[in-house]
């Protein structure tokens, strides 16, 4: 049986070698199962799962796969009840954005090579999107297009998307967010 300090050598040898990747302390893949599943749709949600499985991929990760972000983005982005985190190893970045318990819902549970990998709805990563968003005062005009203003692509929500974001809206209590869908209606969006 090998000892604790022979099993991190040969760890530190094999990622040296580029046989291992480190995810994070004590957590590796294959470079062989990397180079084969990188491009796997649900490749990057899993290693955000393997590295904080409380938490559910959301915010711009899953606007952007749904065509609501004009610009495109790279981190990988998530939800969690635990405080906010960002992870940086060689497969990319990971954020992890913290939110109350009460709004940690919303989201679909997959698997991945028995990973289980949980991802919000379109309509609940656009809740969360905005919620978490620090917003300048003038968004609370008429005047001013949110959507436009943050290059998004409402058009994309099916009027299921649009029904499911304002029910999320509405069970949040929070003024910023019902000012944002005030904002959305007066400018031709209706959910």
């Keep these: 049986m090998e000892s604790p300090n022979q099993v991190n050598t040969l760890l530190h040898r094999w990622a040296k070698a580029g046989h291992i990747i480190q995810l994070k302390k004590g957590i590796y893949i294959t470079r062989l199962f990397y180079d ?21 991929v959301s915010l711009e990760f899953v606007l952007q796969q ?20 960002r992870i940086v190893n ?8 913290n939110i109350r318990a009460d709004l940690y819902r919303g989201f679909i549970i997959s698997e991945y090579f ?5 991802q919000a709805s379109t309509a609940k990563a656009l809740f969360d999107y905005l919620y978490l968003r620090p917003l300048p005062p003038r968004y609370r005009t008429p005047k001013i297009n949110l959507a436009e203003e943050l290059r998004l692509n ?12 304002s029910s999320f809206v509405e069970s949040s209590h929070s003024h910023k967010m019902m000012d ?8 031709k969006w209706h959910p």
């Design 66 to 85: 749904h065509n609501l972000l004009t610009d495109v983005t790279y981190p990988v982005t998530c939800i969690t009840m635990k405080n906010t985190r």
């Design 114 to 118: 028995s990973i289980r990998i949980a």
């Design 154 to 165: 409402l058009d994309e929500l099916s009027p299921i998307d649009r029904e499911e974001f």
């Design 180 to 187: 944002i869908i005030n904002n959305f209606r007066s400018n």
């Design 90 to 97: 060689s497969l990319g970045t990971f954020w992890y954005r």
């Design 36 to 56: 084969q599943h990188r491009a796997d749709h649900l490749f990057s949600a899993a290693v955000s799962a393997i590295l904080l499985p409380q938490s559910y």
